[in-house]
C-alpha cells in the first residue's frame, strides 16, 4: 500500500511540509504503516510536491511503489496489470514504478485492475493523474490556497483542509441506501476523482482525457459473448494479477459461483495459490457450513489443498470507528465491515507480519453478469428511478430517512439516471449499469480500502475486458446466470457437477422450487422479526451494540446534521426494539446510525 499526498499549484507554492504532517498523522493511526518512513518530494519549479509512506519492500517482496528523481517522479499504488494485447495481459512490468515516467501515451490506455498512478514531468512541468478504469481505486481532491491536493485517504485530505461539516446529501443517500451515492465523501471540500481518467495538471490549468467513457461502456451492453474469449481474458486476468513473485496468492473460495468461475480460471492460469474458506458462526453445521463443505468437495475435486478460517465475531466498535475514519477511503456501514478485516486492520504488526502481504483473488464484480438490480425494459426514466429506489431504500421494514432525505435520494438518482441515458445508456441496461458504476464503484470500492492495509486485493471479474464479456450477454441471459455456466463449461466442466450453497444458482425446475421455498421461507421470518435470531452458542455482536447506538442517537445535539435528513419517530422506533428480533434489514439501518452517530468528532 503506498499513502500518498500530492500538491499541484499555478504559482509553483505548494506546501510539501503541509502533505508530510498529513500524511504522518493518518500513519500514526494506522497500525499497519506506523513507524514507516514519510518520504517527500518537490519539483524544482516548486508547482508539484509529494508526500507518501508505503509497506517496506519486505512486505512487497521487494518491489517499489515510488521512482522519485531530481525534477520527475511516478508512483502508484493498488495492483496494476497491462494488456499487451487483446488476450494477453503483463503483471510484472506495472510493478516497476520507472514504467510510469515515460508519457502516459505509452501507457494509460493498457492499465486496468484496481489501482492509481501519479507522475510529473519536470521538463514540461505536467502532472499527470490516472484512476483506474471501473472505479475500483477511489481518489480524492481538496483545494486550500491556491493548491489542488490529490490523495488516496480522505483523512488526510481533510487534516489538510480543515473540514469538519458534513454534507446531507451524503448522509441521505449512506443513511438510506448503506453508501454514498455518487462516492463523494462525507465531509464537505473533499470530492471524489472520477473513475478512468488521465488527468493533467499543467500552465494551461486541468485537462482530462477519459480512458473508459460512459458512452463506450454503453456499446458493451449486448454486443455479443464468447464463451472462449471470455475464458481467455479471465485467465490472462487472473495470471497477470497473481504474477506478484514472492507474494502468496489467495483464493477465498466459497459455495457461490463467483468464487467458483475464479477457481476454475486460476487454476487454467497456472498460478500457484491457496484456497480458503471462513466458517461463519451463524451459518447452520458450523464449521462444517455450506460454504466450506462445498469449497473442501471442489479443491478435493482438483487435488488442491484446502483451509478453513473459523471467522471472527466479535467486532470492537471503537477498532471499527478508526478503520472507517482512517482506512475508509468513502463511507461505509459498521454492518457492512468484517469483525476479522477490522481486527486484522487494528492489530499492530508482529513477528508472524514481517512476511510479504498477501494478494486476495475475489469474486467481486461477478454480479454484473446476472442483472442484480432486474432489467428495465419497457420502463421510462421515471419508472427507472422508482425502480433503483425501491432495489435501494426498500419499502419494508419502513425507511427511517426523513421526507426531505428521501427526496435527495430520489433527486440524485433521476439526475443519474438521465445522464446515463443522454451517454447512451439503454433504458433496459440502465440497472445493470448502476450496479457496476455506482455500486461497485462506490460501495465497494472504498471497502476494499480497509484490507489495503494488510494485502491488496484482486478482482478478474472486475477486469474491463472481462465486464465487456458479462455485459455482452442479451438481457435475458444475464438474468439467468449464463455468463458463469457457459464460462465453467469452457474452463472446468467437471466442476459443474458440484452443487452451489442454497441451490440459488443451480439449474432446473427442482432447484427453481427449492430457491423460491427458500426464499419464502427467508421472507416469512423476516417480517415476523426472526431472521436475525442465531444459534444459542453464536455470540451476537449486534446484541451488545444496540444499547450504545441508542443512548449515543437519543443524547445527541438536536444540531447534528444526521437529523435533517431522519425520522426522528422511525429511527428512536426501530432503536428501541428488541435488538435479538430485528430483522436483518433494520439491523443494517442501526449499524448505519452507528456509524454516523458514534464517528469520531460525531
Known amino acids: 500500500m503506498n499513502l500518498f499526498v500530492i500538491g499541484w499549484s499555478l504559482d509553483g507554492k ?3 511540509d503541509a502533505a508530510r504532517r498529513a500524511v504522518s498523522t493518518v500513519v500514526a493511526a494506522l497500525p499497519r504503516l506506523r513507524g514507516q518512513e514519510v518520504n517527500t518530494w518537490s519539483s524544482a519549479s516548486g508547482h508539484a510536491g509529494l508526500a507518501c509512506a508505503a509497506h517496506s519492500p519486505d512486505r512487497t517482496a521487494g518491489v517499489s511503489y515510488q521512482a522519485l528523481n531530481d525534477d520527475a517522479m511516478a508512483i502508484f499504488t493498488g495492483r496494476p496489470i497491462a494488456w499487451t494485447s487483446d488476450s494477453e495481459a503483463d503483471g510484472r512490468a506495472p510493478l516497476d514504478p520507472r514504467f510510469y515516467l515515460r508519457s502516459p501515451d505509452e501507457w494509460a490506455d ?10 510529473y514531468d519536470g521538463e514540461k512541468r505536467v502532472l499527470h493523474l490516472l484512476t483506474d478504469p471501473l472505479g475500483a481505486y477511489p481518489v480524492y481532491e481538496a483545494r486550500s490556497e491556491g493548491t489542488r491536493w490529490l490523495s488516496n485517504n480522505v483523512e488526510a485530505l481533510r487534516t489538510l483542509i480543515a473540514s469538519n461539516e458534513r454534507r446531507a446529501s451524503v448522509l441521505a443517500s449512506f443513511l438510506g441506501c448503506g453508501w454514498s451515492l455518487g462516492g463523494a465523501p462525507l465531509w464537505k471540500g473533499v470530492d471524489r476523482l472520477p473513475r478512468g481518467t488521465l488527468h493533467s495538471f499543467g500552465a494551461d490549468g486541468e485537462k482530462r482525457v477519459a480512458i473508459l467513457p460512459t458512452e463506450t461502456l454503453g456499446t458493451f451492453f449486448g454486443h455479443g459473448f464468447d464463451p472462449e474469449s471470455a475464458g481467455q481474458a479471465l485467465i490472462s486476468t487472473v495470471r497477470a494479477g497473481g504474477d506478484w513473485p514472492g507474494r502468496p496468492a489467495i483464493l477465498p473460495l466459497t459455495g457461490g459461483r463467483d468464487s467458483r468461475v475464479v477457481f476454475a480460471a486460476t487454476l487454467g492460469a497456472g498460478l500457484h495459490f491457496e484456497a480458503e474458506t471462513s466458517a461463519l458462526p451463524h451459518l447452520p453445521g458450523y464449521p462444517d457450513t455450506g460454504d466450506v463443505t462445498i469449497a473442501r468437495q471442489l479443491c478435493e475435486e482438483v487435488g488442491r489443498p484446502h483451509r478453513v478460517n473459523l471467522a471472527q465475531t466479535e467486532l470492537d466498535l471503537v477498532e471499527a ?6 482506512a475508509s477511503p468513502g463511507t461505509f456501514s459498521f454492518g457492512g465491515l468484517s469483525p476479522g478485516a477490522v481486527a486484522a486492520f487494528s492489530r499492530p504488526p508482529g513477528p508472524q507480519d514481517r512476511e510479504p502481504l498477501r494478494l486476495l483473488l475475489t469474486g467481486a464484480a461477478g454480479e454484473v453478469s446476472r442483472a442484480y438490480y432486474g432489467l428495465g425494459e419497457g420502463l421510462d426514466a421515471p419508472a427507472l428511478v422508482d425502480k433503483l429506489y425501491v ?17 435527495m435520494v430520489r433527486t440524485w438518482l433521476t439526475t443519474w439516471v438521465g445522464e446515463q441515458m443522454a451517454r447512451g445508456i439503454a433504458k433496459r441496461d440502465v440497472p445493470d449499469a448502476f450496479y ?20 491488496d486485493t484482486h478482482s478478474p471479474l472486475w477486469s474491463r475486458a472481462v465486464v465487456r464479456q458479462q455485459l455482452g450477454l442479451p438481457g435475458a441471459d444475464r438474468s439467468n446466470g449464463a455468463f458463469h455456466r457457459l464460462v465453467l463449461d469452457r474452463l472446468a466442466p467437471h466442476l459443474q457437477a458440484f452443487p452451489y450453497e442454497g441451490a440459488d444458482y443451480s439449474t432446473g425446475p427442482r432447484a427453481r422450487l427449492v430457491s423460491l421455498a427458500k426464499k419464502g421461507r427467508t421472507e416469512l421470518r423476516r417480517r415476523f422479526g426472526r431472521a436475525a435470531l442465531t444459534r444459542e452458542s453464536s455470540p451476537d455482536v449486534f446484541v451488545g451494540a444496540l444499547p450504545q447506538v441508542r443512548e449515543a442517537v437519543a443524547s445527541s445535539s438536536p444540531q447534528h446534521p444526521a437529523w435533517g435528513v431522519l425520522d426522528r419517530r422511525r429511527v428512536m422506533q426501530r432503536l428501541d426494539n428488541d435488538p435479538a428480533r430485528l430483522d436483518p434489514r433494520s439491523r443494517e439501518q442501526v449499524w448505519r446510525l452507528a456509524t454516523v452517530f458514534l464517528a469520531v468528532g460525531s
Open 14 to 16: 505548494v506546501d510539501t
Open 110 to 119: 493498457s492499465l486496468d485492475g484496481r489501482f492509481a498512478v501519479a507522475t
Open 321 to 326: 470507528q478508526a478503520a472507517v475514519r482512517f
Open 391 to 407: 432495489g435501494l431504500v426498500r419499502r419494508f421494514p419502513q425507511p427511517i430517512l426523513s421526507r426531505d432525505g428521501e427526496q
Open 436 to 455: 457496476l458504476l455506482e455500486r461497485m464503484a462506490n460501495w465497494a470500492g472504498p471497502l476494499q480500502g480497509l484490507s489495503e492495509y494488510n494485502g
